[in-house]
């Protein structure tokens, strides 16, 4: 069973997965807190950088901007597609195996809130050639 403090965490808290684009740091997940239907991070990209079209094959996607602002791109049923400006206070969900991406376009670093369901995703993330570990600052 999972010890109740590790339901708290802060990114700082955590080994970040970083890329040539920002860097993503997992606080809630089944290898952190034994999380079971979901696992979640923090990901902090700055300004002029952004990842690149990826989906996620059997996995949908919550995202939500904290901090900054950005253009997200979400593929419709079609493969077309589609981008709309995004800033703090905008949810937006990827539906299961959509391609999508995301670039800040502003000034300031972005900060986003993203939700795997299922879990995995963020292991996937490791094989990227780009892929460093960034170690916890706790």
């Known amino acids: 069973m999972t010890d109740v403090k590790d339901l708290f965490k802060y990114p700082r808290d955590v080994d970040a997965y970083g890329f040539d684009w920002g860097q993503l740091s997992v ?39 904290l901090k900054g602002e950005g253009e997200q791109m979400i593929e419709d049923e079609t493969g077309a597609p589609h981008t709309e400006t995004v800033s703090a206070g905008c949810s937006v969900f990827i539906p299961e195996s959509r391609f999508h991406s995301t670039l800040n376009t502003g000034s300031e670093e972005m900060q986003i809130f993203v939700v795997y369901s299922p879990a995995g995703p963020e292991e996937l993330l490791k094989e990227m050639p780009d892929f460093h570990l960034i170690p916890a600052k706790v």
């Open 27 to 65: 606080t809630l997940g089944p290898k952190v807190n034994d999380a079971k239907q979901f696992s979640a991070a923090v990901v902090t990209v700055p300004p002029g950088q952004g990842h690149s079209r990826h989906n996620h094959p059997g996995s949908e996607e919550i995202i939500f901007i």
